[in-house]
């Protein structure tokens, strides 16, 4: 399995921005395709975004649709969310995750791999 580490969680502003990046290791990258996901305190963990092997496609959650951006460097292996105009609703831990499909049901219990998670934590 793929092994996956957050970076980039922190406190920030309402209206500001935040870039969380994911490293991968111990396998190529190319192989996932991987999601964002982010769970608040006594809430489930839900989808944020999604994107192909290749960049080529990805997926958002509405909540966060034209605020977020999701990409990937696989030279780098390395996954990003790029989020902006964070709303206080936007704190949670979040979490990149890794599977081997594209499309379908993009629910968590769907991807195999997990990184550890990092806070995002959005002021009024």
């Known amino acids: 399995q793929v092994q996956l580490v957050e970076f980039g969680g922190g406190l920030v502003q309402a209206g500001g921005s935040l870039r969380l990046s994911c490293a991968a290791s111990?396998?190529?990258?190319?192989?996932?395709?991987m999601g964002w996901f982010r769970q608040a305190p006594g809430k489930e963990r839900e989808f944020v975004a999604a994107?192909?092997?290749?960049?080529?496609?990805?997926y958002y959650t509405d909540s966060v649709k034209g605020r977020f951006t999701i990409s990937r460097d696989n030279a780098k292996n390395t996954v990003y969310l790029q989020m902006n105009s964070l709303k206080p609703e936007d704190t949670a831990v979040y979490y990149c995750?890794?599977?081997?499909?594209?499309?379908?049901?993009?629910?968590?219990?769907?991807?195999?791999?997990w990184g550890q998670g990092t806070q995002v934590t959005v002021s009024s």
């Open positions: 995750a890794a599977r081997t499909r594209y499309g379908g049901s993009w629910h968590a219990s769907t991807f195999g791999s």
């Open positions: 994107i192909s092997w290749n960049g080529g496609n990805t």
């Open positions: 111990g396998r190529t990258l190319s192989d996932y395709v």
